[in-house]
């Protein structure tokens, strides 16, 4: 008896090794463990009451996740970086509709599209939204039509397979496009993104940023010099109440618009760091089973780093979210040094990738709601990156577009990820870290940050749980 508990003993440590959060064991405090043993025990009350909470209706259930102890402790949890967001798909559904409150937006039914033009408009089929909401029956039935273009419903998600779902998905981009373009409200979005995050204490934000689109009054497009500075002003400002916050900015071309648009960014990128340390690289989006692989831009990606003296063009592909094993984008990611992985899901049919990954110590970018919304998995339990973070792979936890699903900020993705993955106090740990030593800061300020403003951060929110709710 004694021998096969020894033997079992090992094979326990054996795997605990393995484990992508071993390494925090030594840094917890006795602290640490008093708020893991409170986490675990608002985890097994939903275990024992609640277990649908993750598994079914998201549009349902996530107002009670939001409302829950379990968010409120997961939000004010330090959160080194959030690595995948894009920038027009961060900002909360009501956000835009108060933009849609002002005189120069104007919204075409028929085509499903917003249109923002400060000096007036005469084109067919569009009609101001301060005019539409008037002849509507009320005001917040016109909001709550528009608030239903806006984000993903649950009629458009449940039950459907995801290239279904990302046909009404891909439109959503289309519909807010100008509202987002437009110079005034660009300022306005990405300070209340700014703000949203630092506000769940996250300390770095990176942004999937597509250059060259903004426009002003007389729908004149603004130069990139002149982007480049609106977008510093906005990092400023935040930087006024929290001097150690920094944006970066991956600059991201649309590969269904094609080779040119793609080559264009990437002469952005070139450009842009001419004025500023906001760069920090290159990605390619769009739904991967149906645009071109990143293959297909290797001359442009190629030339890109050829052409970038300054840092040889860093890469941060979306790639493998799908379930299709003849898509091929993360063999190419991996030789193109992708720095992180956005996604990653497929990565689970490639275990020679898995340990290319893991070799090349590439951070996975992991969107749950995403994928789960997106309909890459009905269970986020069975996640693959899941059972890559038990291997040893690492991870950051990201939001991706939590303004068309309902939320903001990235607190409801730790506490999906948290209940579904039975992550720890040393996980959470690790995730968070994770945000700092895999975002594209320079090496003196994520020194800086982690080793005086996490571990302050850190030892301010343990208090802060053990007061609230030690002995509750
Ligand atoms: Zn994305």
Redesign the pocket.
């Known amino acids: 008896m004694r021998q096969y508990k020894q033997k079992r003993q090992q094979i326990l440590d054996l795997e605990a090794k393995m484990h992508f959060s071993y390494d925090m064991g030594e840094t917890l405090t006795e602290d640490d463990r008093l708020v893991d043993q409170i986490l675990n025990k608002i985890r097994n009350k939903y275990k024992n009451d609640q277990i649908n909470i993750i598994i079914h209706d998201f549009f349902k259930n996530q107002k009670t996740l939001k409302d829950s102890e379990l968010y409120s402790i997961l939000d004010i949890m330090p959160k080194g970086g959030l690595h ?1 967001l ?1 920038t027009t798909a961060a900002p909360s559904v009501d956000f835009y509709i108060q933009l849609t409150y002002n005189e120069a937006v104007y919204f075409n039914e028929r085509e499903k599209l917003f249109k923002v033009s400060p000096k007036g408009l005469d084109e067919d089929g569009y009609i101001k939204c301060t005019e539409l909401r008037r002849f509507s029956a009320s005001a917040e039935e016109f909001d709550q039509k528009l608030r239903n273009y806006i984000r993903m419903t649950p009629e458009e998600c449940a039950s459907k397979e995801s290239h279904e779902i990302w046909t009404h998905f891909q439109h959503k981009f289309t519909l807010i496009n100008d509202l987002g373009k437009y110079k005034d409200f660009f300022k306005l979005i990405l300070h209340e993104v700014l703000q949203k995050c630092a506000a769940q204490n996250i300390f770095v934000v990176e942004l ?1 940023h597509i250059f060259g689109m903004l426009f002003d009054d007389d729908r004149n497009p603004v130069s990139l010099e002149e982007e480049i500075k609106l977008i510093d002003d906005q990092v400023k400002h935040i930087q006024q109440d929290i001097p150690y916050f920094r944006l970066k900015l991956i600059i991201t071309g649309l590969k269904i618009v094609g080779k040119q648009h793609i080559r264009k960014m990437i002469a952005n990128i070139i450009e842009g760091e001419k004025y500023s340390n906001l760069i920090a690289g290159f990605d390619l ?1 769009n739904e991967e089973d149906f645009s071109p692989p990143i293959l297909e831009f290797l001359t442009d990606i190629m030339e890109g780093k050829n052409l970038d003296k300054k840092s040889k063009m860093p890469c941060f592909f ?1 790639c493998g ?1 799908t379930h299709d094993r003849t898509n091929q984008n993360v063999y190419d990611a991996l030789l193109l040094n992708s720095k992180r992985i ?2 990653g899901f497929q990565l689970f049919l490639h275990p020679h990738l898995q340990q290319q990954v893991k070799q090349k110590d590439i951070c996975i970018e992991v ?1 749950p709601i ?1 994928n789960l919304l997106l309909g890459y998995t009905t269970d986020l339990r069975i996640h693959p990156v899941r059972f890559m973070l038990h291997r040893g792979l690492q991870a950051s936890i990201s939001s ?2 939590p303004g068309f699903f309902g939320y903001e900020g990235v607190t409801l993705d730790y506490v999906y990820a948290f209940l579904a993955w039975d992550l720890d106090i040393k996980d959470l740990k690790k995730l968070s870290l994770n945000g700092i030593i895999y975002s594209s800061l320079d090496k003196e300020h994520k020194d800086y940050l982690i080793s005086d403003v996490f571990e302050k951060k850190w030892k301010e929110f343990i208090e802060i749980v053990l007061e609230k709710f030690q002995g509750a």
């Open positions: 995948h894009h999937r989006v979306h979210e956005g996604h969107c995403s991706d577009d």
